[in-house]
């Protein structure tokens, strides 16, 4: 069974840094590619970012571009997100999504529980 | 960037009803659109892909098409457990986009 588990979210002042992480099992890890998508509270979904299967080829949304960082770790399964200059408006529940091939041009499944980011003073 | 405008934002019908929902995208996007589920206090669950492809596991009241910029997603006959909200995203050319999302009620 395919599981993503995302940890690291937690209350960050406005301009500081935070990493999150995304543990992937039950599947072959370096032969697909992974995508990071963000809900605020009450809203729609938000792509933020994707990451190729060799991260040869690696994406962000306008909102995020510059300040966030994606990259993974295909040895230890993993997916990260570094979030740099955050914003009141970065607050969100964050997910970790699978990719259907190796490009990350594609469809999410499945989708992680997500982790929780409040950017607050 | 491509932008997706879904309609309606909210939708309210009865059990058995046929229910669409509609996605539009700001450019053509061959088929390359996909529609999403999304429970309360659940993470999304993918049904459709390219367009009209029915996801493994997901019921066939559930249905997709459409092509270029105008795409529907339709469900059949309408459940109890269908109770959600509905995206459709686009995956054009590494550029990738969510719709507004449609939320569904039972009347």
């Known amino acids: 069974e395919v599981q993503l588990v995302e940890s690291g979210g937690g209350l960050v002042q406005p301009g500081r840094s935070l990493r999150l992480s995304c543990a992937a099992s039950?599947?072959?890890?370096?032969?697909?590619?992974m995508h990071w998508v963000r809900q605020a509270p009450g809203k729609g979904l938000e792509w933020v970012s994707g990451?190729?299967?060799?991260?040869?080829?690696?994406g962000y949304a306008d909102s995020v571009k510059g300040r966030f960082t994606i990259s993974r770790d295909n040895a230890k399964n993993s997916l990260y997100l570094q979030m740099n200059s955050l914003r009141a408006e970065d607050t969100a529940l964050y997910y970790c999504?699978?990719?259907?091939?190796?490009?990350?041009?594609?469809?999410?499944?499945?989708w992680g529980q997500g982790t929780l980011v409040t950017v607050s003073s | 960037d491509i932008q997706m405008t879904q309609s309606p934002s909210s939708l309210s019908a009865s059990v058995g009803d046929r229910v669409t929902i509609t996605c539009q995208a700001s450019?053509?996007?061959?088929?390359?659109l996909n529609w999403y589920q999304q429970k309360p206090g659940k993470a999304p669950k993918l049904l459709i892909y390219?367009?009209?492809n029915l996801e493994t596991g997901v019921p066939s009241r559930f249905s997709g098409s459409g092509s270029g910029t105008d795409f529907t997603f339709t469900i059949s006959s309408l459940q109890p457990e269908d109770i959600a909200t509905y995206y459709c995203?686009?995956?054009?050319?590494?550029?990738?986009?969510f719709g507004q999302g449609t939320r569904l009620e039972i009347k």
């Open positions: 999504a699978k990719a259907n091939s190796g490009s990350y041009s594609n469809w999410f499944d499945p």
């Open positions: 039950g599947f072959t890890f370096d032969d697909y590619a």
């Open positions: 990451i190729s299967w060799n991260s040869g080829s690696i």
């Open positions: 450019q053509d996007i061959s088929n390359y």
């Open positions: 390219d367009a009209s």
């Open positions: 995203q686009q995956y054009d050319n590494l550029s990738i986009t």
